[in-house]
C-alpha cells in the first residue's frame, strides 16, 4: 500500500511540520512519502505529479491558507484515479466536519484535531479489516453516504512521536528553507478568535529530546527555526533553559518565538540583553488590540503597561528583533478605536507592525457569536471580515490602504529614517501619515501597478508635495540618506536629479583627497585616493545638519556636504558629513 502526504505551501521555503510527524509515527509499518507544492502552482502540475506517483492512499494537510487550492487538485484526482484512498487533516477540516464531507463528497476520510495516531490507525484499518467505526478521531460516511464522526482521541504522550526531522530527504534543504519546531502543544488562554484557545491545557516535549533535535537541525545547516509554539515563554524556566542553550549553539541559525511579552519578567529580558548574540532571536508578539472592552469581548488578558515596558526593554538592548501584531476588527473596536491601537503599538517602534484583519475562524467561538456583533465575513477560506456593527466596509478598506503603504514603508525597512521624522513631526499620528499615504497611492492607482525601489522613493516625495508638507527640504535630504546607505554598491542611478554636477563633484574630490581632515577623524583613516573616492561614493549637497539630528534629533539648517562610502571587497557602506562651509574658502570648490 503505497501511503503519500501532502500539502499546499504558501511559500517554497516552507515545510509543513504536520505531515513529518505524520510520516514518523506511522513508519516503518506503513512507509510514508511527503510530496509537498505551493499554492502558487498550476493545479493541473500538481495533479500530474501526484498521479505519477501511484499512490493507494493520499493525504492533504489543510489550512486557511490552501484548503481553495487543495480543493480543485482534490477533485481532478479522484476523477481521473476514483479507486484512490484521500483523506483530509489540519485545523482548517477539523471543525464543521460534515459541512466539509458534503462540500468535498470526493474525500473518503477527515482526520480531526491531533493526528498522528487517528492517521496510522486509519492506514492499519484500510490495509485490513476496514472497521472505521474503531477510529477515534475520524469522520468518513457510512454505506448510506451519511456523515459519521467518531469519538474524539485522547490526548497523545508527545514523548511517544518519533523524531520529525531527521529524514534524510530533507538535510539538504535545511539551509535554503524554514523549518519549524514545537516544544509544546496547547495554549493556557482563551482568545475567541484563536483556534488554539480551544485545547485546554499545554503538553510539553522531553526538554533533553527537544535539545537533541535543534543541535542535529542546527549541525546539519539549518538557518532559521520557527518554533510555533503559543506562547513559548508561558513556562518560564523552560523557556530560560531553552534560550541559555540555544545561545549556547546557535552556529548563527537565527530562532523565531511567538511571546506573550506582558508575562515575561524584566530579569529575563535583562539576561536576554546581556547574553545574547544580536541578530538570532525573532519575537513575534501578539498585540491585536490596546482596547479593554475589546480585549475583555474576546477574554484576552492583556496588560498593556506591561507590555509597553517589556517591549521597550527588549528594544533598547538592541539584541532581539520584534515583529507585534494588531488586528482589525475586532468586537467593538472602531476606526477611531483601532487608530488608537495602532499608534499606541506604532509608538514602541516595533521592528515589523503586522497589521492583518480578523479571520473568522471556523471552530472558534467569535465565529459561533458572529451575529452578537454584526459580522459579515467571506464565505470561504480565509473567513476575512467584511464589515460588523460598528466597523462598516468603508472603513475596512481605508484600513487596507494603511496596511498596504506600512509593509511597503515600514516593515521594508527601506527609509526608516524618513518615515520616523515623518511620523514624529509632520503628521499628527502615525496613523494618520499611513492613512493619508494610503488613500493618495490608491487614487494614483499606483496599488494596480509594480514599483521598484526608486518608485517608492519618488511616489513620497510626490505625495509629500502635493500636500504642501512642511519643512520638505529636510525630508528630501532625509530620503536621500536613506537612499544612498540602503545600498551595499554604489547605486548606478538615483531617484532625484543631483545637486553636484560633474565638474562640482570632481573638485571635491579633489579637496576630500588632499583635505580629508575637514570630514572627520574616521574619513582621514581610510585613506581613500582621488580614484577610489570617484569609483566609490556618493556625495550630495543637504540644506541641512544631518549629522546633528542623527545624533540629537534636532534639525539645524546648515548646508551639509553627505558623503557616502561603499566599500569594495567588504560590501559594507559608511557615511560621512561635514558643513559645506569648510570647502568655501578653498579654491577647489
Request: with cysteine; aromatic share 12%; hydrophobic share 40%.
Amino acid at each position: 500500500m503505497k501511503v503519500i502526504v501532502s500539502t499546499l505551501n504558501a511559500k517554497y521555503i516552507h515545510t509543513c511540520l504536520a505531515l513529518r510527524y505524520l510520516k514518523s509515527f506511522a513508519e516503518p509499518e506503513f512507509p510514508v512519502e511527503i510530496k509537498e507544492y505551493t499554492i502558487k502552482e498550476p493545479t493541473m502540475s500538481i495533479v500530474t505529479d501526484l498521479y505519477a506517483q501511484t499512490p493507494d492512499v493520499l493525504g492533504f494537510s489543510c489550512y486557511i491558507w490552501n484548503i481553495e487550492q487543495t480543493i480543485p487538485v482534490i477533485k481532478m484526482l479522484k476523477k481521473v484515479k476514483p479507486e484512490l484512498k484521500i483523506v483530509l487533516g489540519g485545523p482548517e477540516v477539523s471543525y464543521d466536519v460534515a459541512y466539509w464531507l458534503e462540500r468535498i463528497p470526493e474525500v473518503d476520510f477527515i482526520v480531526v484535531g491531533e493526528g498522528e495516531e487517528t492517521f496510522k490507525h486509519l492506514l492499519q484499518e484500510i490495509h485490513s479489516s476496514q472497521k472505521y467505526h474503531l477510529v477515534f478521531g475520524l469522520a468518513y460516511r457510512n454505506k448510506q453516504g451519511r456523515p459519521v464522526i467518531n469519538p474524539p482521541r485522547p490526548k497523545l504522550d508527545l514523548n511517544t512521536i518519533p523524531s520529525p526531522f531527521r529524514f534524510e530527504e530533507d538535510l539538504p534543504h535545511l539551509a535554503k528553507r524554514i523549518t519549524y519546531v514545537e516544544t509544546s502543544r496547547g495554549c493556557p488562554f482563551s482568545c475567541q478568535f484563536c483556534l488554539s484557545s480551544i485545547e485546554v491545557g499545554v503538553r510539553y516535549f522531553n526538554i533533553d529530546r527537544m535539545k537533541e533535535e535543534l543541535l542535529f537541525l542546527i549541525r546539519n545547516g539549518a538557518k532559521l527555526i520557527k518554533f510555533v509554539d503559543r506562547t513559548f515563554n508561558i513556562k518560564r524556566d523552560y523557556a530560560m533553559e531553552m534560550f541559555q542553550f540555544l545561545i549556547d549553539n546557535h552556529q548563527g541559525c537565527v530562532f523565531q518565538f511567538e511571546i506573550t511579552a506582558d508575562i515575561m519578567r524584566p530579569e529575563v529580558i535583562q539576561f536576554l540583553n546581556e547574553h545574547a548574540p544580536e541578530g538570532i532571536f525573532r519575537f513575534e508578539i501578539g498585540v491585536q488590540s490596546t482596547n479593554d472592552i475589546t480585549n475583555e469581548l474576546v477574554r484576552r488578558k492583556q496588560n498593556f503597561k506591561k507590555l509597553a515596558r517589556n517591549v521597550n526593554m527588549i528594544r533598547d538592548g538592541g539584541k532581539i528583533t520584534q515583529h507585534l501584531d494588531l488586528i482589525a476588527g475586532l468586537p467593538e473596536e472602531d476606526y477611531n478605536s483601532f487608530r488608537k491601537t495602532f499608534n499606541d503599538v506604532f509608538a514602541l517602534e516595533p521592528d515589523e507592525l503586522q497589521l492583518g484583519f480578523l479571520k473568522m475562524l471556523r471552530g472558534t467561538g467569535l465565529r459561533e457569536r458572529a451575529s452578537d456583533h454584526g459580522y459579515v465575513y467571506m464565505d470561504h477560506a480565509p473567513y476575512e471580515i467584511l464589515q460588523n456593527n460598528v466597523l462598516p466596509f468603508d472603513d475596512i478598506v481605508r484600513i487596507k490602504r494603511v496596511e498596504d503603504v506600512l509593509e511597503k514603508y515600514w516593515n521594508a525597512h527601506r527609509m526608516d529614517h524618513t518615515v520616523k521624522y515623518l511620523t514624529q513631526y509632520e503628521f499628527d499620528t502615525p496613523f494618520d501619515f499611513f492613512q493619508e499615504f494610503g488613500d493618495y497611492w490608491d487614487s494614483r492607482g499606483w496599488a494596480k501597478i509594480g514599483h521598484q525601489l526608486e518608485d517608492l522613493f519618488r511616489r513620497l516625495y510626490e505625495f509629500l508635495t502635493q500636500r504642501r508638507t512642511r519643512r520638505l527640504q529636510v525630508i528630501e535630504g532625509l530620503m536621500k540618506y536613506d537612499y544612498l546607505i540602503r545600498h551595499k554598491h554604489k547605486p548606478r542611478t538615483t531617484w532625484w536629479e543631483p545637486k553636484l554636477d560633474k565638474s562640482s563633484r570632481k573638485a571635491y574630490i579633489k579637496l576630500l583627497t588632499d583635505k580629508p581632515e575637514k570630514v572627520s577623524r574616521e574619513f582621514v583613516q581610510l585613506g581613500l585616493s582621488e580614484q577610489e573616492l570617484h569609483k566609490h561614493t556618493m556625495m550630495e549637497l543637504l540644506d541641512f545638519d544631518l549629522g546633528l539630528y542623527l545624533a540629537a534629533g534636532k534639525v539645524r539648517l546648515q548646508p551639509t556636504l553627505l558623503i557616502v562610502y561603499y566599500h569594495p571587497k567588504q560590501d559594507t557602506v559608511a557615511f560621512f558629513c561635514a558643513p559645506a562651509e569648510h570647502f568655501r574658502s578653498e579654491k577647489y570648490a
